[in-house]
């Protein structure tokens, strides 16, 4: 077989990057300009009282006593994935019940940095089989930070955002010992949920524990079917401590293990037996540093990912296969704030070192037979290290934000069999491949009594992933191809621009927010007729190129009214677009979608009542294997109860998801796997003060 390597031309937009960077360079100094006179005489009031971003969304998971917060959660002991899509901003792709992978602006894993308090963290899986969020639990976590756009970029080189996943850590309060039951449990698919704390803090010294277990079976869709393959099992501990070396200054520690075993994935023709991470960090921190400089932190971590994909529980496959995966992650940062008279800079710097490697062995009936081995991942070897900067200038009645991130990302194909297998596709292929990634971003936010406007500009650009430029042969089940990746190709660059408009009264909040961006370069996998099908069944083999653009489009209106002092309502509409050069519908884009519901707390009563939906999904795209979702609508209900005993509480939520037992799919559900029926659950809380 004779394959011809084209090359894809390049496309110039009549904006290129640098004049871009230039045009928002002008653009600061004529705000900052602007503004300075008035700035003069009210700077020093304003200093210490910089308006919020307002530009990140926060979903609390844990409350200030270290128990779950039951308030504002619909249910306390859910997955983390339930949290994630409980939110405004993320979505997520179902390939089951475990393990859903989160998608922000429309994007998803490559586009994104998902963190763990800050740590770089990759999954070992080829499928995206095992998101970072997947070796996490909300018994770890005090909150998630849900950046958009570049306003992400803190965390790492990225275009749709940002998800720090922040772990509880007590910080020295003086409570002694302390801690917390946990149990639950749910109908659609017999979960049993069983988890605890014990933690002690004073003022010099603090440590917390916990761990919790997970196990479900199949669950039922709409209707009472059976969905196989859905079942899952995970266990996971984590520890934290701190020590207050002097005032102002700390030092810390944290470590989880997370493993999750037999987790079936009815959308995939594969499941997992093993999904395993080891977790671990220390840092040192402290107030003041050298002259001008404050809190200062400093974090050294280091995580070990193994994944073990195989099919020895499905009938009749056509070849038995194993599919293991490892990914390990060495890194850093170090960051404080600086103050100058009227600007307040964060400086970070930051970098990680990668190794992912996968591998597939297929297994022939007849034992005469030799197996077929290859990598799928060649040992790729990825070091990368940038700077992060930003400057908030405060003014009168608002700030503008500056902030930019310079980049090298390193990438070295360590494999010499993996690297010659590519090399059959891209015989110049270097083994060592350099990029330089930047970003730059410019947030101005005025407040005009009741009313508040955040708008922006900026530019970023990302370097490929390990599948997009490495991937050798990886199956997507979606659109039924076979995967190569193209080392060569060029980072995907994104013109950006944000507007959100708030009003918030003495009842009413309401606000529209939207975002655009101008994608060049958007990779994305095309069609080769001229290569041959691994996988059997398979239609063809798609290699990841560059298109010349591509459209993203978002805007949600929000609203939260307090219909008493004790009843509140809240309501969430949004609409999304994306199209690539040819106007083709891009995959996992969302239709129009809405959440609402009430809310009712008192005298430790809760409850609520709520309903999500979507409309029918048109702008889809038959090309990556998807199709039209049908128009859903489902309503769940809560209740729960908080007593006090002796100085301890007790809390008990009862409720019931998908009231009307719905049979439905959403268009992030994997080859239309349906949602879970209607499931009736019930958490019990006892915290120990």
């Not at 070990?304 to 009938?315: A, C, G, I, L, Q």
Request: hydrophobic share 35%.
């Amino acid at each position: 077989m004779q394959i011809e390597i084209g090359v894809v031309p390049q496309y110039s937009i009549g904006v290129r990057p640098e004049r871009f960077i230039c045009f928002l360079g002008i653009l600061c100094c004529l705000l900052f300009a602007i503004q300075t006179h008035a700035q003069e005489k009210k700077v020093e009031s304003v200093i210490d009282s910089i308006l919020p971003v307002n530009l990140e969304e926060v979903i609390i998971v844990a409350s200030y006593d270290h128990t779950l917060e039951h308030r504002s959660q619909h249910k306390p002991l859910s997955t983390l994935d339930e949290y994630l899509e409980s939110s405004r901003k993320v979505s997520m792709i179902k390939r089951g019940a475990y393990a859903w992978e989160p998608v922000l602006n429309d994007m998803s894993s490559e586009r994104l940095s998902v963190t763990i308090d800050g740590m770089r963290i990759f999954g070992a899986c080829t499928d995206k089989m095992d998101p970072v969020t997947s070796y996490v639990d909300v018994s770890n976590l005090k909150e998630v930070h849900v950046s958009g756009g570049q306003q992400g970029a803190e965390q790492g080189s990225v275009i749709g955002g940002s998800i720090d996943l922040k772990l509880e850590k007590s910080d020295f309060v003086e409570k002694g010992w302390f801690g917390s039951v946990e149990t639950g449990g749910e109908t659609s698919n017999a979960a049993r949920i069983l988890g605890g704390e014990l933690n002690y803090s004073d003022s010099k010294f603090y440590v917390d524990t916990d761990a919790i277990y997970r196990k479900a079976d199949n669950y039922s869709a709409g209707g009472g079917d059976e969905v196989a393959f859905s079942q899952y099992e995970k266990y996971n501990l984590s520890t934290n401590a701190g020590y207050r070396v002097s005032e102002g200054k700390k030092l810390s520690a944290s470590f989880i293990f997370d493993e999750a075993r037999d987790v079936g994935y009815p959308a995939l023709p594969m499941d997992v037996s093993l999904a395993r991470a080891y977790i671990a960090s220390v840092s040192w921190s402290q107030k003041s540093f050298l002259k001008h400089f404050t809190d200062w932190e400093t974090k050294l971590y280091a995580n070990k990912v193994t994944h073990v994909m195989d099919d020895s529980k499905r009938p009749d496959v056509p070849i038995r296969m194993d599919m293991p995966g490892w990914s390990d992650t060495y890194g850093f940062y170090t960051q404080a704030n600086l103050r100058l008279e009227s600007h307040r800079f964060l400086l970070k710097l930051d970098g990680y070192y990668n190794r992912s490697l996968a591998e597939m062995t297929m297994y022939p009936e007849d034992p005469d037979e030799n197996s077929m081995f290859m990598l799928t991942w060649p040992d790729v070897r990825t070091f990368n290290s940038g700077f992060y900067s930003e400057d908030m200038i405060p003014f009168e009645t608002g700030y503008l934000k500056l902030s930019t991130r310079l980049a090298i990302n390193m990438s070295n194909v360590a494999d010499e069999f993996g690297l010659n297998s590519l090399r059959i596709f891209y015989p110049d292929m270097p083994q060592r491949k350099n990029r330089f990634l930047k970003s730059v971003s410019l947030q101005y936010y005025k407040d005009l009594d009741k009313f508040h406007v955040n708008t922006g500009l900026s530019y970023g650009d990302r370097a490929p992933s390990v599948s997009e430029g490495y991937g050798f042969y990886l199956f997507n089940s979606f659109d039924n191809h076979d995967y190569i990746g193209d080392p060569e190709l060029s980072n995907e660059k994104a013109l950006e621009a944000n507007a959100k408009v708030s009003f918030k009264g003495d009842r009413l909040s309401t606000s529209i927010e939207g975002n655009y961006f101008f994608m060049q370069d958007y990779i994305l996998g095309e069609v080769d007729p001229s290569l041959s099908v691994m996988t059997i069944g398979a239609e063809g083999v798609k290699i990841y190129k560059n298109l010349e653009y591509a459209h993203l489009f978002n805007i949600s209106w929000e609203n939260e009214y307090d219909i008493t002092p004790v009843l509140k309502w809240t309501g969430i509409l949004s609409y999304h677009r994306g199209v690539d050069d040819d106007n083709r519908n891009l995959p996992f884009i969302s239709p129009l979608t809405y959440k609402s519901g009430l809310q009712y707390a008192q005298q430790g009563y809760t409850g609520s009542i709520s309903m999500k939906g979507a409309a029918s999904q048109e702008n889809f795209n038959p090309d990556f294997g998807e199709d039209k979702t049908d128009a859903y609508m489902v309503f769940s209900l809560s209740m729960g109860k908080i007593f006090t005993i002796d100085s301890n509480t007790l809390y008990v939520k009862l409720g019931v998801e998908n009231i009307f037992d719905e049979y439905y799919s959403t268009y992030t559900d994997w080859k239309n796997i349906p949602r879970m029926g209607r499931n009736f659950f019930m958490n019990v809380s006892y915290a120990i003060n």
